[in-house]
């Protein structure tokens, strides 16, 4: 079982801060990736990293911003956090043997921007 | 950028066998299939993947053809636990993205 980890599991927070959402794994997986989810929907996929300083946006169009300095942390940042920004973000590392990619999750991060 | 094509929802018994399938029109040559499991709140979890023919495991059963354009996922005796949305996945190009599609909606009912 792959053990990623996402803090803070709930975030409440005024407009215009800026805000930085954590992802760690302990897998040591090249690959890692941020979804977004509103309630009962699907999940868009808004940054992706293959390897250390190397990051991409995905396909839902994002103000977020991410880094990867290090194999094992994957941070998301909003510099100045809106109302539309609140959601649930996910975070997942992937174990990729011959295309055969399987994700693992984290628990995600709820964030509400009042 | 064409997405797996599954029923929005579903509706099924305690006991009975569900069966759940999944279009893949662009799936690139060597990708896998896989199939995970969404709780409320929670992030998906990896349910089964396969290549093609059949797999099993201690949860679930993948069917996939010899063109590779489907999948079928099936939970055999599902509970209320299973109760839950499902989302096929593969990659449709030789990119790192992995996109979910809408995924379906399953309702077990006592």
């Known amino acids: 079982e792959a053990d990623i980890y996402q803090t803070p599991r709930y975030l409440v927070i005024g407009t215009g801060k800026k805000i930085t959402l954590e992802c760690s794994q302990t897998m040591g997986h090249d690959k890692m990736y941020w979804y977004q989810q509103d309630p009962g929907m699907e999940l868009h996929l808004i940054h992706y990293?293959?390897?250390?300083?190397?990051?991409e946006k995905g396909d839902l169009s994002s103000e977020s911003t991410v880094s990867r300095i290090r194999t094992e942390h994957f941070p998301l940042t909003l510099e100045s956090a809106r109302p539309s920004h609140t959601s649930q973000y996910l975070c997942a590392s992937s174990e990729d043997a011959d295309r055969a990619e399987k994700l693992f999750f984290g628990s995600g991060t709820q964030l509400s921007v009042l | 950028l064409a997405k797996t094509t599954q029923p929005i929802s579903m509706d099924s018994y305690e006991g009975q066998e569900v069966n759940i399938t999944c279009s893949h029109n662009n799936i690139a040559t060597n990708d896998y299939i896989t199939w995970y499991q969404q709780f409320p709140s929670q992030g998906p979890r990896f349910i089964i993947q396969g290549y093609k023919t059949k797999v099993t495991n201690e949860v679930a059963s993948l069917f996939i053809p010899a063109d590779r354009k489907s999948s079928t996922l099936s939970l055999p005796r599902v509970s209320l636990s299973d109760t839950a949305v499902y989302y096929c996945?593969?990659?449709?190009?030789?990119?790192?993205?992995?996109?979910f599609g809408s995924g379906t909606r399953l309702l077990v009912r006592p």
């Open positions: 996945l593969d990659r449709m190009d030789s990119s790192y993205k992995l996109i």
């Open positions: 990293s293959y390897g250390v300083n190397s990051t």
